[in-house]
DNA sequence: ACCTGAACACCGTTCAAGT
DNA sequence: ACCTGAACACCGTTCAAGT
């Protein structure tokens, strides 16, 4: 890439950033260039999708929360890696508004800029859980596609204003199902 | 309403349940009115809102849906009615794909044509677990606010074309987990 | 190489004009 | 009363033309 290219290109990114931490992930990629003072065509010769922008956008998080599950799976005790492991998506789903749909959609599709990301969350996932269940730490009768599913809806339900002010609760509450841990009646 | 309007009323309505079965709750309101083969304009003052379209396209399945819950609220023994109630939403929510992000929208803002029939599934939500509670037939450490989030999360999940195949399990899980079950480990 | 204006086909909102 | 075409301000996509 030239210099200049990639100075707009960071330039673009910074703007977006702040455009898409206002308005969440369905901000107009219009509204975006406007800002950035740039041609409508130029952001998205940068990012032909919005997924291509969010990946670089989320790149950095992405990237901390895998290395994240790749320690957990060796250190911590299981049962308390996999709760981690949970808290620890809550935060990055909250990074963004919106991004859960997002990594929800593209979790479908090959062919978007964020599978490969969900692809590696999900494994994550389903090895944290095979290690806890291995240790008799979490419930047997699921597997790594309900938790991730499970992990997805919590992160979708603390995105929305309404359940937000509830959120440590629910995540406590998914944790400890997850966990399979005896609860007072 | 005159004869005429009435006519149109019922046709519109008839042509939306078929597109949005089709496309989901985002469905082009245009598109409703053009398969309609009416003005957008005229289904615009019938629907002034899409949430008012809605409210006209599930009120019969709202109306049987909290007549339901106040069916288990006297009949069913207190745990079994409030998993009865969590299926009996879940199937409610496959209605059409999207309205749950939609209940969930409107559950926010009194002004939606949506918001008296989310308040109503909220209330019947809590008088349901709240009763299990007493019976010590559901876990003593969430109210009602968590468990309507918990579904519609779970709503939310199940209309995730990746998620789908696991519903069924998804319920089972979170239905265990309200019901706070032990679990084999 | 890199950028951009402009045309395009969409969307929902609004309102003056028609029956 | 009820309907509707048309203008409006948006959206993302595409591409020929400019530096």
Redesign the pocket.
């Known amino acids: 890439?030239?210099a200049?290219?990639?100075?707009?290109?960071d330039h673009i990114l910074d703007i977006a950033r702040g455009v898409i931490a206002g308005h969440g992930s369905?901000?107009?990629?219009?509204?975006?260039?406007?800002r950035a003072?740039?041609?409508?065509?130029?952001?998205?010769?940068?990012f032909?999708?919005?997924e291509t922008l969010f990946e670089a956008l989320l790149c950095t998080n992405l990237d901390a929360l895998t290395q994240k599950s790749a320690e957990l799976e060796v250190s911590n005790a299981p049962g308390d890696a996999l709760a981690t492991w949970v808290a620890d998506w809550v935060a990055f789903a909250g990074s963004y508004k919106g991004v859960v749909d997002m990594m929800a959609a593209a979790h479908t599709n090959p062919g978007s800029a964020l599978y490969a990301s969900c692809a590696a969350v999900h494994s994550a996932s389903g090895r944290l859980l095979a290690r806890a269940q291995a240790a008799g730490a979490a419930r047997e009768d699921m597997n790594g596609d309900d938790l991730f599913a499970l992990m997805t809806a919590l992160g979708w339900a603390i995105d929305q204003p309404s359940f937000a002010p509830r959120a440590d609760h629910l995540v406590r509450l998914i944790t400890s199902a997850v966990l399979g841990e005896t609860v007072g009646k």
């Open positions: 890439m030239r200049d290219a990639k100075k707009n290109y369905d901000a107009s990629m219009r509204d975006i260039a406007r003072e740039v041609g409508l065509a130029t952001l998205l010769r940068h032909p999708t919005r």
